[in-house]
C-alpha cells in the first residue's frame, strides 16, 4: 500500500492520457455518428417525396381510368335501355 501512495503520480499519469484519449476518440465517434444520421434521414426524406409523388400520380391516373370506365360504362348502359325500349316499341307496334 505505502508503495501505491508513493508513486501515485506514476499511476495516474497513464490513466488520466487513455481517458484522454478516451474522450477525443468518443467525441470524434459522436460527430461521425451524427453526420451519418443525418445523412440517413436527408436520404429517408428525399425517398418519401419521391414515393408520395410517384403514389400521387399513380393516384391521379386510376382516377382518370375510373372516371372513363364509369362515363362509357353509363353510355352502354344508356346504349341497352334505348335498345330495349325501341324492340319494346317495335313489339308493341306488330302485335
Keep these: 500500500m505505502e ?3 508513493e508513486h501515485w503520480t506514476t499511476l495516474i499519469g497513464p ?3 487513455a481517458a484522454a484519449i478516451s474522450s477525443i476518440v468518443t467525441v470524434i465517434g459522436f460527430f461521425i ?3 451519418a444520421a443525418k445523412a440517413m434521414h ?8 419521391k414515393l408520395a409523388e410517384r403514389k400521387f400520380e399513380f393516384d391521379k391516373e386510376l382516377a382518370g381510368r375510373r ?6 360504362l353509363h353510355d352502354h348502359k344508356r346504349r341497352v335501355e334505348l ?3 325501341v324492340l319494346a316499341a317495335i313489339q308493341e307496334t306488330v302485335k
Design 3 to 5: 508503495w501505491i501512495t
Design 15 to 17: 490513466a488520466v492520457v
Design 33 to 35: 455518428t451524427t453526420g
Design 42 to 49: 436527408h436520404e429517408k426524406l428525399a425517398f418519401d417525396q
Design 67 to 72: 372516371f372513363k370506365y364509369d362515363r362509357d
Design 83 to 85: 335498345a330495349e325500349e
